[in-house]
């Protein structure tokens, strides 16, 4: 009886507030959750995960040391990509990030070098700006990938210390200036011989990762991959 009334209220609220999918704007169904099946399927998936030197991977080489890369998406502007990150980074649904993270945390550990992973760390936010959007878009992936990973998040050990401007706009080289010098590492001893998992929410040059991944590195034995929600490397 109690079921049944809790769905007869959930279906009373969608009938004022609908539940719509993240990336298409469909009304959802019953169990469906973030995103439609619909999308899920047809959604851009780069299965990087299952790629050796994987196109994501070469954008590192002769940058910084990683172990892998990988994302589950394409990014592809004006696509529904595009617009599930829009919802995710500037509408508050931070529910996007955690749901995808989940998930493609699940895809991550069928490969033998994720299932290795210590610690997730997201790419931090400056304070004054993390104050203004009310989260950091990465962690809320990286909460979502611990939960399939058995694996901690760190918000702690790297921190932006510096605020910059945005990046969207902005050349390889201009990204690389914006973020060289922007983080640091609060404890040198606390992730020593960790195999670490750097995230981003759409990974293009490469720039914010290397720049955190070179601070990182200052850690003795570290191990260090990269994944993110999107990329736009083919």
């Not at 649904?93 to 760390?121: A, C, H, M, R, W």
């Not at 993390?130 to 962690?139: A, M, V």
């Not at 570290?222 to 083919?234: D, P, Q, R, W």
């Amino acid at each position: 009886m109690n079921k049944f009334i809790t769905s007869l209220c959930q279906d009373f609220i969608s009938l004022f507030y609908p539940s719509v999918c993240a990336a298409c704007n469909r009304l959802l169904m019953r169990h469906e959750t973030v995103i439609c099946s619909f999308c899920n399927i047809e959604l851009p998936k780069t299965f990087y995960h299952t790629i050796k030197n994987n196109p994501l991977e070469e954008v590192f080489w002769g940058r910084i040391k990683i172990e892998a890369a990988a994302a589950r998406y394409f990014f592809r502007k004006k696509g529904k990509v595009q617009h599930l990150m829009h919802n995710f980074k500037y509408k508050g649904k931070q529910e996007i990030g955690v749901f995808i993270g989940e998930e493609y945390g699940k895809e991550l550990i069928t490969n033998p070098i994720f299932q290795s992973v210590d610690v997730i760390i997201p790419i931090p936010l400056h304070i004054k700006k993390k104050k203004i959007r009310g989260y950091n878009q990465s962690e809320m992936f990286a909460i979502g990938l611990s939960k399939s990973m058995n694996a901690t998040v760190d918000v702690t050990t790297l921190i932006r210390s510096i605020a910059t401007s945005t990046q969207t706009r902005k050349n390889r080289f201009m990204r690389w200036e914006n973020v060289k010098e922007i983080f640091q590492v609060t404890d040198l001893k606390a992730l020593e011989n960790k195999h670490i998992l750097l995230v981003d929410d759409i990974i293009t040059t490469g720039a914010t990762i290397e720049g955190a991944a070179q601070m990182l590195m200052q850690i003795n034995g570290i191990k260090i991959s990269v994944a993110g929600i999107a990329c736009t490397t083919i």
